[in-house]
Nanobody
């Protein structure tokens, strides 16, 4: 059974940057689409970004386009989310997820989930 472990969350001021990492255990994850989701207090979990197994395809939520960048290093079986120009409303728990299928934006498409890392953006 594979495992996903997120890190890199923390407290940052509005306009600041953070880089999240997600380390995957199990070589099979290099063949998986990987994604980032977030869940703010009292809100539903929402899609943020996803990347295909070879990094050749990416997709982003409209709200983060131009500010967030998803990437992956299959040699390290790790994915990253570089977040710039953060906004207070982006305070949430950020989750890493893995999907067996092609690049996807829905929660139901993902088969494995990490425990999440807290990102807090102060105004």
């Amino acid at each position: 059974q594979g495992q996903l472990v997120e890190s890199g969350g923390g407290l940052v001021q509005a306009g600041g940057s953070l880089r999240l990492s997600c380390a995957a255990s199990g070589r099979t994850f290099i063949w998986y689409t990987m994604g980032w989701f977030r869940q703010a207090p009292g809100k539903e979990r929402e899609f943020v970004a996803a990347i295909s197994w070879n990094g050749g395809g990416t997709t982003y939520a409209d709200s983060v386009k131009g500010r967030f960048t998803i990437s992956r290093d299959n040699a390290k079986i790790t994915i990253y989310l570089q977040m710039n120009s953060l906004k207070p409303e982006e305070t949430a728990v950020y989750y890493c997820a893995a999907a067996r299928g092609t690049i996807a934006t829905t929660i139901e498409s993902y088969d494995y989930w990490g425990q999440g890392t807290q990102v807090t953006v102060s105004s």
